[in-house]
C-alpha cells in the first residue's frame, strides 16, 4: 500500500491529503506524492522547510537558501516579468548517432508572458511571492525541444524540496565558474 500524499499550503502546513496536519518526521513522507493549494507561493514552500527543520538536513545548500529568504520583506518580493514559478518533469531520449540513453531530471524556471526564465536571473526579492505550480513531465525525442510532448505527472514531495533548493543555490552565482 502507497503513502497517503501530502499537500502543502499557503502557510507552508504540510497536511495529508484528508486535511490533518503532518506529524512531527516530515522525513517519513519524503516518498509521498505532494499537490499544492492553487495560492501556494515559493515563500509558501519556506515556511515549509522553516516549520520542519529536520528537511534543512536533505541539502547543503537549504541553510544558505534560508538565510537569503529572511534578508527579504514579508511581502511583495514579485516582479511582473513571471507569471509563476514551476517544476516541471523531462525525460529525454538521446542517442542519434551514438548510445542510447534515457535522462530523467526536474527543472524549476520562472514562467513568463512570452518566455521561460532561468530563477538564477532574479533574485529572492522578485520570486518568494510568486505562485508556485507543479507543471507537466515534457517528453523530449532526440532532442527536438519544438517537437516534444507534455504529459500530466505527480511530484514527491522530496523531487520538489530537492528541485527547489538545488535550482536556487545558483543565485548570485556567475555564469561561468573559472578556476
Known amino acids: 500500500m502507497g503513502q497517503e500524499g501530502l499537500r502543502l499550503t499557503a502557510e507552508g502546513v504540510l497536511a495529508k491529503q484528508a486535511g ?25 514552500f519556506f515556511r515549509c522547510i522553516e516549520a520542519y527543520p529536520d528537511l ?14 529572511a534578508r527579504w520583506p514579508s511581502s511583495d518580493c514579485t516582479t511582473p516579468r ?11 531520449l ?12 526536474c527543472l524549476f524556471y520562472g514562467a513568463g508572458e512570452e518566455m521561460d526564465h532561468d530563477v538564477k536571473e532574479f ?3 522578485e520570486l518568494l511571492d510568486q505562485p508556485l505550480s507543479l507543471g507537466p513531465l515534457r517528453h523530449v525525442v532526440l ?3 519544438l517537437d516534444s510532448l507534455d504529459f500530466a505527472t505527480s511530484y514527491t514531495f522530496f ?9 536556487l543555490s545558483f543565485q548570485g552565482a556567475p555564469d561561468k565558474c573559472t578556476l
Request: proline share 5%.
Open 123 to 125: 533574485t529572492y526579492g
Open 159 to 167: 523531487e520538489v524540496v530537492d528541485t527547489i533548493i538545488w535550482h
Open 82 to 92: 513571471l507569471r509563476n514559478l514551476e517544476l516541471m518533469k523531462r525525460v529525454e
Open 56 to 69: 534543512i538536513r536533505l541539502s547543503p545548500f537549504s541553510s544558505t537558501c534560508l538565510e537569503e529568504v
Open 94 to 105: 538521446i542517442g542519434a548517432p551514438g548510445e542510447r540513453s534515457l535522462q530523467i531530471y
Open 20 to 44: 490533518e496536519p503532518l506529524g512531527a518526521d516530515p522525513l517519513a513522507s519524503l516518498g509521498s506524492s505532494l499537490t499544492l493549494d492553487q495560492d501556494c507561493t515559493l515563500r509558501s
Open 143 to 145: 532532442g527536438d525541444t
